[in-house]
């Protein structure tokens, strides 16, 4: 059973940052790949980055060289540094395992002005 919850969203400038984070519960969270998601309006929910229990990370290519993805085995968290945050990064960013087995959280709200 997965319980998430994601924080860190909010209203943030096109070229600005935001980093999202995410409490995890989840047994032997230190073994489970975890991924951060995200769904805008009227698209399906993608992939946006994944790290893996030693730290290994892949990024979606229209968010590589601006997003990190970042874990804390001891804490149970998960963040996502977004840095020069482009308007088509808006959306629900969701964290989860990879695959996401277990469900989903609430989500936290990114939303960017131009």
């Known amino acids: 059973q997965l319980q998430v919850v994601e924080s860190g969203g909010g209203l943030v400038q096109a070229g600005g940052s935001l980093t999202l984070s995410c409490a995890v519960s989840v047994i032997d969270f230190r073994l489970k790949v975890m991924g951060w998601y995200r769904q805008a309006p009227g698209k399906e929910r993608e992939l946006v980055a994944r790290i893996t229990n030693s730290g290994t990370t892949q990024y979606a290519e229209a968010v590589k060289g601006r997003f990190t993805i970042s874990r804390d085995n001891a804490k149970t968290t998960v963040q996502l540094q977004m840095n020069n945050v482009k308007p088509e990064d808006a959306a629900v960013y969701y964290c989860?395992?990879?695959?996401?087995?277990w469900g989903w959280g609430q989500g936290t709200q990114v939303t960017v002005s131009s």
């Open positions: 989860s395992t990879f695959p996401a087995l």
